[in-house]
């Protein structure tokens, strides 16, 4: 079987990629018969991975939905406990605008310590990340 595309990326093959057996554009082996059975082993890996991935975009792609996304950061307070007052009013304007929470999660910036004369205080300095999202269209 002569091939004149890289059946992986289309790419025009030159004689010189054919005798390597190999496109060097994207690393597909052309001939996989030609190689040992481990780089073939590892070929058919790679192939049963790309083809689960492209089931998957498949997936996805059959809800007909686009979404879009925000983040928005909440420093903790002062003594490093979060801010709930704020946590909720965000919540609230986004949630009036078609927003919904998709993660929340602590980021750690660092340790806040300060000590006079023997005495002081020490607390963690975090940020509170939260990702919205909300659909904008239907695809289709």
Request: hydrophobic share 35%; charged share 35%.
């Given at each position: 079987?002569?091939?004149?595309k890289?059946?992986e990326?289309?790419?025009?093959?030159?004689?010189?990629?054919?005798?390597?057996?190999?496109?060097?554009?994207?690393?597909?082996i052309?001939?996989?018969?030609?190689v040992?059975d481990?780089i073939?082993?590892?070929?058919e890996i790679?192939?049963?991975?790309?083809?689960?991935?492209?089931?998957?975009?498949?997936?996805?792609?059959?809800?007909?939905?686009?979404?879009?996304?925000?983040?928005?950061s909440i420093l903790?307070?002062?003594h490093?406990r979060?801010?709930?007052?704020?946590i909720?009013?965000?919540?609230?304007?986004?949630?009036?605008?078609g927003w919904?929470?998709h993660?929340m999660?602590s980021?750690?910036?660092?340790?806040?310590a300060?000590?006079i004369?023997?005495?002081?205080?020490?607390?963690t300095?975090?940020?509170d990340?939260?990702?919205f999202?909300?659909?904008?269209?239907?695809?289709?």
């Amino acid at each position: 079987m002569v091939l004149n595309k890289c059946p992986e990326c289309g790419n025009e093959l030159t004689q010189e990629m054919i005798d390597a057996n190999m496109c060097w554009e994207c690393g597909r082996i052309i001939n996989v018969s030609l190689v040992d059975d481990e780089i073939r082993e590892e070929f058919e890996i790679r192939e049963k991975k790309r083809g689960i991935e492209a089931r998957k975009q498949e997936y996805a792609k059959s809800f007909n939905e686009h979404y879009e996304y925000d983040v928005v950061s909440i420093l903790n307070e002062d003594h490093g406990r979060i801010d709930k007052e704020k946590i909720m009013k965000v919540l609230s304007e986004h949630s009036k605008s078609g927003w919904k929470l998709h993660t929340m999660y602590s980021n750690e910036l660092g340790n806040n310590a300060v000590r006079i004369l023997g005495l002081g205080t020490n607390s963690t300095a975090c940020e509170d990340i939260l990702v919205f999202e909300r659909r904008v269209e239907s695809i289709g």
